[in-house]
């Protein structure tokens, strides 16, 4: 598991710590019709169900050589939340709670669990979650209250981490050219090769 993998784990797993939080996922979901949908985010409690979720999203990275051949991975984050208004409930307070409730979690532990640097490269960064939006949202049809939440991290990778490629799937070369007998002459480059033996044909033709 790669370096952002572990942490987009590990931010998902401190959210679960918030009690009533709701469901929490580790990416956007995503369906074509508004059932399934609304089950991603549906939360039971007190014998009724409604919406209730979160979700984490890597919006982008920055990379910059560091110390010791290694380099500064910064990664922004947006963490999704969503719950149904529901006006007798005081529900926007409700919301908010959960909002300090998470931001109190992240600040237990600004490295999480080690995987984060411990001090921000830049002095005066922003450290733990950050209310960037809080309004109206409808989701799956469903009235509810959406904010967006941010998170910076910064931690450090090998220049060149083998680990990143265990994600990937195996890569199939296309040859143009068959293979060619490895213990014969040095031969020339391949457009140089199509060419020569392009002249070689004409000059068999004119022999002839």
Do not use: K
């Not at 929490?24 to 549906?42: I, L």
């Not at 068959?178 to 140089?192: F, I, S």
Request: net charge negative; hydrophobic share 40%.
């Amino acid at each position: 598991m790669t370096g952002s993998a572990q942490i987009r784990e590990a931010i998902a797993a401190r959210l679960e710590t918030v009690p009533a939080i709701g469901r929490v996922h580790r990416f956007e979901r995503y369906a074509m019709n508004e059932g399934p949908f609304r089950t991603f985010y549906a939360w039971e409690s007190g014998g009724t169900t409604h919406i209730r979720g979160w979700y984490v999203r890597r919006i982008g990275f920055r990379r910059r050589p560091h110390l010791n051949s290694t380099v500064l991975v910064t990664t922004e984050w947006r963490i999704a939340g969503f719950l149904a208004v529901v006006d007798e409930a005081e529900s926007e307070i409700v919301m908010d709670a959960l909002v300090d409730a998470a931001t109190a979690a992240f600040a237990l532990d600004l490295t999480l669990g080690g995987l984060l640097n411990p001090e921000p490269a830049q002095a005066g960064a922003e450290r733990g979650l950050q209310l960037l939006e809080s309004r109206p949202y409808m989701l799956a049809n469903v009235l509810c209250h959406g904010v967006q939440l941010g998170l910076t991290t910064e931690h450090n990778e090998r220049e060149y981490d083998e680990s990143a490629l265990a994600d990937l799937v195996t890569i199939h070369a296309n040859w143009e050219l068959p293979p060619r007998d490895l213990t014969g002459p040095a031969l020339p480059d391949d457009e140089d090769a199509a060419a020569t033996d392009r002249l070689t044909n004409l000059n068999q033709e004119e022999e002839s």
